[in-house]
C-alpha cells in the first residue's frame, strides 16, 4: 500500500487545470509532512494536507500522489522494453524448424509498447551495442557483446507487457499494435546486424544462460 503521508489534497478549485497525465512533481525532501495528532480531527492535519485550516470541512475533488513522480505517473507512454540475457548458446525454432541460433552472445526479448518509435528503437539498438556484462580477463563486467566477438539473437515478445497487477489473467493493453511492433522489432533487428525469430509465429526458444545473467532494460 502506498505511504499516504505522501499524498497530498489539493481543496475544490485548485485542482482546476491540473494536468493529470504530468503531474506537478517537487523532490522528496520538499513533501511536507503531516502535523502530529489525531488524524482527521478538527484543528489537526489530515494525512499529507497541507493546511487543515483551510481544508477543514471542506470537500475535496483532487488527490496528487508524490509516488508517481518518482515511479511515473499513469497515462505516461510505457517504454520500450528488453529482457537481455547473456547465453552460451541460443535458438528459436517454429513449428519443429529451427529458423535462427547463436554461439556465445545476447539473447534479446523485446516489447513494444504503445507509442515508442523509431527514436526508442535506435536508442535500445544502442544499448545492447555498449552493454557490458561480459567478463575482462580481471573477472569483471566491463565487455560489450561487440568486445567479445558475441552474436545476437533478437525475438520479440510482447508478453513482457502484461499486466497482472489487478485480476490473476494479464493485460496486454500497453503492447504496440502488431504493425508498429514487428516494424520496430525488425529496425533493432537490422540496426544491430543480429539474427530473429518470425514475428507474430509460436516460437519455441531454447537457451543456455551464461551466469546466470539477466538485465531488463527500458529506453
Known sequence: MEDLAEIELLPVGQGEGLDV??????PEAEIERPAAGPVGLEGHAPLGVRHPARVAGKRLDVLRDH?????????TVPPMRAVVQRVASASVGVDGERIAAIGHGLLVLVGVGEGDGEEQADRLAAKLDA?????????????????????????SNFTLYGDARKGNRP???????????????ERLRTTLGAQG???????????????PVTVLIEV
Request: proline share 6%.
Open 131 to 155: 552493454l557490458r556484462v561480459f567478463e575482462d580477463p580481471a573477472g569483471k563486467m566491463n565487455l560489450s557483446v561487440r568486445d567479445t566477438g558475441g552474436e545476437i539473437l533478437v525475438v
Open 21 to 26: 497525465q504530468q503531474p506537478a512533481c517537487k
Open 171 to 185: 493485460s496486454f493493453v500497453a503492447a504496440a499494435p502488431p504493425e508498429l511492433a514487428e516494424s520496430l522489432v
Open 67 to 75: 509516488v508517481d513522480c518518482r515511479h511515473g505517473s499513469q497515462g
Open 197 to 211: 525469430g518470425r514475428f507474430g509465429a509460436r516460437m519455441a526458444v531454447e537457451l543456455v544462460n551464461d551466469g
